[in-house]
């Protein structure tokens, strides 16, 4: 299971930091790379138009739970974004609530998603097969072809093994692990505006 809790504090506190548009600038922040970002490579993006976000992340983690609202604002706010979330496989639980992810995707109900991440917010324990049941069916699906959709759908493995090697080759060992345009990691700090080196790794 990847665990990184400094990742995923920096991009907590970070966020309580930001600002809504970028320093003039006589006062702009400079953003180094190898301090607030790295380069990364073999990131699948197909023919997606910049700019746009990829966001390797978990149901079960507190901190992607937690990125979920900031995020939403942010988009909110800059329309000419796109988010591109990728559920990070690896153990057995990661790799069946990925492919949770992906069977919602195939059926067309990732507009469900904010009540699926509330099935895991705050949660001691995770969400065991018969919550999951219950969840899919208050959505109007039937549990036992869900499962047997992510069970035997060869391109939902297939894209989880991709996250999961994506992952690896960049040594991406925490979550959430933010990517702009598929080039940008975000490796800033608690006190670096998050969204403001967003907006910056956007343009270059």
């Known amino acids: 299971m990847f665990k990184n809790l400094l990742l995923g ?7 309580l930091a930001c600002t809504p548009e970028p320093k003039n600038a006589e006062t702009q922040v400079l ?14 993006v197909d023919k997606l138009s910049t700019p746009f976000i990829i966001e ?9 739970q937690a990125f979920e609202q ?6 909110s706010a800059n329309p000419d974004f796109k988010v591109i979330k990728r559920p990070a496989g690896g153990g057995a639980r990661w790799t069946l609530d990925a492919k949770i992810f992906y069977g919602l995707e195939h059926l067309n109900k990732l507009a469900h998603l904010p009540q699926l ?3 895991y917010r705050g949660k001691q324990v995770l969400p065991n097969k018969q919550v999951i049941s219950e969840f899919l069916q208050s959505i109007e699906i039937e549990p036992p072809s869900f499962f047997e959709l992510i069970n035997t759908n060869a391109k939902i493995s297939a894209r989880v093994a991709e996250n999961v090697k994506e992952m690896a080759a ?16 975000v490796t800033a700090g608690p ?5 403001g080196l967003v907006k910056y790794l956007s343009a270059l």
Do not use: M
């Not at 960049?170 to 990691?185: D, F, H």
């Not at 006190?191 to 969204?195: L, P, V, Y």
């Open 9 to 15: 504090l920096s991009l907590i506190f970070g966020l």
């Open 31 to 44: 953003y180094k790379e190898g301090i607030d970002y790295r380069v990364v490579s073999g990131i699948g």
């Open 56 to 64: 390797y992340f978990w149901l079960g983690c507190p901190h992607c």
């Open 70 to 75: 900031p995020l939403e604002h942010f988009l």
């Open 117 to 119: 991440f509330d099935l």
């Open 170 to 185: 960049n040594q991406l060992k925490g979550v959430p692990a933010i990517i702009v345009n598929g080039k940008y990691l």
């Open 191 to 195: 006190d670096t505006d998050f969204f």
